[in-house]
Every structure is written in C-alpha cells, then in structure tokens.
C-alpha cells in the first residue's frame, strides 16, 4: 500500500516504497554516522532546553531556584540511593527539564513506575516528550498528597526533589515536607540537593516533622558545588550508601 502522497496529484510510489524498505532521513547511511548524528541531535536539544530554563529564569528566578539545570554528576548523585529493585514508585518534585528524570530512569526505575511533578507547564511538555511512559503532573508539589490519592498512585519509596526549599516560604517548604512524608512508604526517603553549605531543611522544622537528615555526598564537580541530603522519619534509621 503506498503512504498518502504529498498532494501534487502522483500516484507513482516513491523507490523506498517500491523497494518495501520504509524512507527515513536515516536511510544509506553508516550505522555509527547515525550514532553520531543522533547524539549531536540530542545534545542539541539539551542545550536548547537549558536555554529555555535559562530564559525562564531570567523572568522568574524565585520560581526556578537555579539558573541552569542540575548537572549530570548531580543527577547521577540524587539518583544513587535509589533502590530500582525495591517495590513502590519514586516521585521527582521540580523536575525541570529533567536532568535529574533522566538519571534516576538511568539508575533503573521502570518509567511507568516514575511520576514527576512540576508546576511550569513548559517544562511538563519538556519531560512529557522527551520521557515517554513517565507520568507528569503540571501541579504544585504542596498538592502532592491529594494529587497522587485523585490518581491512585503509590506506594511511594522515594521522593526526589529539585525544589528551592531554602529559597522558599518556610510554611511552603514545611507543607511540601508534610505532604512528601504523607505520602512516603514507612522507610521512604526525601532526597534533597541544596547549594547551601547549611542543611536544607532547618534544625526547627525537622523537629516539628520528626524527621532526621544526613548529607550523603558533596558533588564538587557540579556548578555551583551542591551537596545531596537524605531525610527520613526519626524513628527510622538512615543507613548510609556502602
Ligand atoms: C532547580 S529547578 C529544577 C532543576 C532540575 N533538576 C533540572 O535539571 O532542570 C527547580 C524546579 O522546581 C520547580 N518548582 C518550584 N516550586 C515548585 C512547586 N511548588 N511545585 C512544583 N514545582 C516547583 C520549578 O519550576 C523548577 O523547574
């Protein structure tokens, strides 16, 4: 059967057609030059995400936290105390332009077992397209515990967070918290990258939440230099990566 044809009223099959072979830009060309063309594309299109950020930054910084996107060794960092095999769903809050989406699917988290919420709806369409199977929520990570009951998603193992805790509304950060231990699996843990060289969540509310955190890793080589930390509920015991 030929494919719909462009319009200009011919019926003759194009020689891809006519071959049985499907016509792609690909098509005649050496398996590693696609590789390569396939790996410039994509950092193209990273490079093009991290400009929109970037721009959206400009207009909203406070909104955004960070003027760039979390660098790879970062990413990776975040998504290390993350157990794929574990039973449970893992949910990234601020995902951006899923840097860190990208790392902790790496780490070996099945997509569909992965739901993202973030409040920019650009960058949802970002996650959405470069992510399939993902679930993105366009919402905001204080509605965290009736978004994923409305859904019907859980158990949580893990949340995964990118938001600007330390630039926040202390009420905002201590709801955001809340709403991620309501919905965390007893021995879930929040994992939270900050600039800060202090803590990111402040001695007081930890008390009031309950909650015990330690800085698991310093990544040096990010820019700026951000350390990762791992909360849990105080009567649970953090054990630290081998
Ligand atoms: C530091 S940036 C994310 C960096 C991300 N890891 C990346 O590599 O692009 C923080 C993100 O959190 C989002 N955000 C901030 N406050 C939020 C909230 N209350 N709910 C959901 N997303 C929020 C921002 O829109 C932004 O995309």
């Known amino acids: ?17 006519a071959g ?7 098509n005649g060309i050496g398996c590693q030059r696609v590789a390569r ?13 991290e400009f929109g950020f970037f721009l959206m930054w400009l ?28 039973p449970g769903v893992v949910v990234e809050l601020g995902g951006g332009t899923g840097s860190i989406t990208r ?6 988290v099945a997509p569909q077992d992965l739901i993202v919420v973030e409040r920019e709806a650009k960058l949802c369409k ?13 919402a905001d990570a204080r509605e965290l515990k009736p978004l994923l009951d409305n859904a019907g998603i859980g158990p949580v193992k893990a949340v995964v967070s990118s938001l600007p805790l330390v630039a926040m509304v202390k009420d905002d ?5 809340a709403a991620a231990f309501a919905v965390l699996a007893p021995g879930g843990e929040f994992l939270q990258f900050t600039y800060s060289p202090a803590a990111p969540v402040p001695q007081q509310m930890r008390d009031k939440l309950g909650l015990q955190g330690i800085r698991s890793q310093w990544v ?14 105080w009567s649970e015991t953090i054990r630290r990566a081998a």
């Open 1 to 17: 059967m030929y494919s719909s044809l462009s319009g200009h009223g011919s019926q003759r099959p194009t020689r891809a057609e």
């Open 173 to 177: 950060c201590s709801q955001i918290l």
């Open 59 to 86: 207009r909203r910084p406070r909104r955004l936290g960070a003027i760039v996107p979390s660098g790879r060794a970062l990413s990776r960092a975040m998504a290390a105390s993350i157990d794929p095999e574990a």
């Open 220 to 233: 040096l080589s990010n820019l700026p230099p951000a350390a990762v930390w791992r909360y849990r509920r």
């Open 37 to 49: 063309m396939r790996k410039a594309f994509t950092r193209q299109r990273a490079r093009r995400d």
């Open 126 to 138: 970002v996650i959405a397209r470069h992510y399939p199977g993902v679930r993105v929520l366009c």
């Open 20 to 26: 049985g072979v499907r016509k792609t830009p690909f």
């Open 103 to 108: 790392a902790i699917l790496r780490a070996g």
